[in-house]
């Protein structure tokens, strides 16, 4: 990234996508009582519902947390949750008009990390056309 405010840039696969968010928080933050498997658990809901309503939405090892949480894992998730917002250039085959296509993707880090390394581990083998969804320009 250099000083003239361009957007950093991560390979998906064959698709050259930017960043266009980044949060990251304290996933355990206001929680006041519960268990590992019990936070595990709300999480997966949460994301099951979201991805029902939606596509473009990614989140990473959801399937190795859906099998902590049956399994009753005791060990608590890396503590920082972080969603980053991606999006590219890629149109899907038939769509005419003008627009882009963006992608979210969720995970949890150590809060020390770096976010942008980790992000780009997560995504270089996604298949972009698959999961991300397309948004019309307004006009």
Do not use: N
């Amino acid at each position: 990234m250099t000083g003239d405010l361009e957007l950093r840039t991560f390979r998906v696969r064959d698709i050259c996508a930017e960043l266009r968010e980044l949060r990251m928080w304290d996933d355990l933050e206001g929680m006041i009582e519960g268990t590992p498997s019990l936070h595990r658990r709300f999480r997966v809901m949460q994301w099951e519902k979201q991805l029902a309503g939606a596509s473009g939405l990614y989140v990473h090892d959801l399937d190795g947390i859906r099998a902590d949480a049956a399994a009753r894992v005791d060990t608590w998730l890396p503590r920082a949750g972080v969603q980053a917002r991606l999006s590219a250039s890629w149109c899907p085959a038939g769509v005419t008009g003008p627009g882009h296509s963006e992608l979210s993707v969720v995970w949890f880090q150590q809060p020390a990390e770096d976010p942008f390394g980790r992000l780009a581990e997560i995504v270089r083998p996604l298949d972009w056309t698959a999961l991300a969804r397309f948004e019309p320009d307004a006009d």
